[in-house]
Every structure is written in C-alpha cells, then in structure tokens.
T-cell receptor
Framework: DVKVTQSSRYLVKRTGEKVFLECVQDMDHENMFWYRQDPGLGLRLIYFSYDVKMKEKGDIPEGYSVSREKKERFSLILESASTNQTSMYLC??????????????FGSGTQLSVL | AQSVTQPDIHITVSEGASLELRCNYSYGATPYLFWYVQSPGQGLQLLLKYFSGDTLVQGIKGFEAEFKRSQSSFNLRKPSVHWSDAAEYFCAVALYQGGKLIFGQGTELSVKP
C-alpha cells in the first residue's frame, strides 16, 4: 500500500515563525500536493509538483512556498506564520500517468495552530 | 463561476437506512468526477470515480454514484448505512485527465443507532 507520511500530527507555532511541514511518500509517485482543509471550505490546493524541483501554484499560494529536492519528499514552508494559517494541512501524492493519475493518496494531516 | 457544490453540510441517518449525498458541479464540459471519504483522524480515501461510459459507477465499501449530465450532478448512494460509514465525504472534479482536483465543501455524515 502507498504510504504518505506527514512528519507531525499536531504543531503549535507563534506568529512570525518560519514553519516547515514535511511530507514523504514511499511509492515513487511523480505528483505531490499540499492542501489545507478548513470547515465549510473543503480542501483548497496550495501548491503541487509534477516532478523533482518543479512546483506550481495552486488556488491559494499566498504566504506559502514549497520545496521538492527529492522525488519522495515535498515540503511546505510558511515563511512567516500568521493566525489565518491555522488549519489542517494535508499532503497527497499520485502516480503521474495512466488512468489512475487522479487517484490521490493522502497523509493523515498536520493540524497547525498559529498563536 | 466554476464550482463544485455539496449542498448538505451535515446529514444524520439511522443505521440500516439508505443514504444519498448530493454533489453538483458548474463547468462547461463534463469533468472527471470523484468521491473521497475522510474517516476521523485519517487522510482522504478514494471511494469511486467517473470518467466516461456507464453513468452508474460502483466503488468500495458498498457505495455507488450516478452521473446525471442533465442535472450536472454526481450523487453518492448507499442502500444500507453502517455505523462505520460515519465520516466526512468530499466530491471532487478534475477538468481533464491528469488535471488537479477541485474539492467540494464536504458533507459530514453521522449515523445513529
């Protein structure tokens, strides 16, 4: 089974801190994604990557950046955390080609609280 | 505007009763359609998907969904709900194969004994 692992389940940070959320997948998937999940808003795409060192903005990239130096790892960076970035962050991966390209495998999520 | 809408924020059904969760989309062409489930404390899991062909698709855990082009809908159904089906359900679309997924707001399902 595909495993997508997010480094922290819960994280508490202070306003202005630089925050790193890490995600690792173990099935050699090409695509990786970062979403945030907020009540009543569903999942919104922050950034995604179709290849190593490649990144594309999603729907809400402001205040975030990403890094993909290795195929299996996709990091989300909050340069200067703000309270409105308190949310559940979900990492996902997918194969990258073929009919299962859209089938996303999700991590369990990181609940980030910014105080 | 292009959107995916799940009209019901929260639904409660009795165990053993039938279930229908609604999903509507607003796009020019027929998108690729998906239903995901998120159990408490878990990531999302794909239940089923529709690309083309038979408009009634079967998924895992006894779920099915029907695509209705005339209504721009892709509703999820289950004939008999089990307590373990309590979760949040998300409808999603992709505008083309390989395209990024766009999720609806989610419907939380509660199951009462």
């Amino acid at each position: 089974d595909v495993k997508v692992t997010q480094s922290s389940r819960y994280l508490v940070k202070r306003t202005g801190e630089k925050v790193f959320l890490e995600c690792v997948q173990d099935m050699d998937h090409e695509n990786m994604f970062w979403y945030r999940q907020d009540p009543g808003l569903g999942l919104r795409l922050i950034y995604f990557s179709y290849d190593v060192k490649m990144k594309e903005k999603g729907d809400i990239p402001e205040g975030y950046s990403v890094s993909r130096e290795k195929k299996e790892r996709f990091s989300l960076i909050l340069e200067s955390a703000s309270t409105n970035q308190t949310s559940m962050y979900l990492c996902a991966s997918s194969v990258g080609s073929g009919t299962d390209n859209e089938k996303l495998f999700f991590g369990s999520g990181t609940q980030l609280s910014v105080l | 505007a292009q959107s995916v809408t799940q009209p019901d924020i929260h639904i409660t059904v009795s165990e053993g009763a039938s279930l229908e969760l609604r999903c509507n989309y607003s796009y020019g062409a027929t998108p690729y359609l998906f239903w995901y489930v998120q159990s408490p404390g878990q990531g999302l899991q794909l239940l089923l998907k529709y690309f083309s062909g038979d408009t009634l698709v079967q998924g895992i855990k006894g779920f099915e969904a029907e695509f209705k082009r005339s209504q721009s809908s892709f509703n999820l159904r289950k004939p008999s709900v089990h307590w373990s089906d309590a979760a949040e359900y998300f409808c999603a679309v992709a505008l083309y194969q390989g395209g990024k997924l766009i999720f609806g707001q989610g419907t939380e399902l509660s199951v009462k004994p």
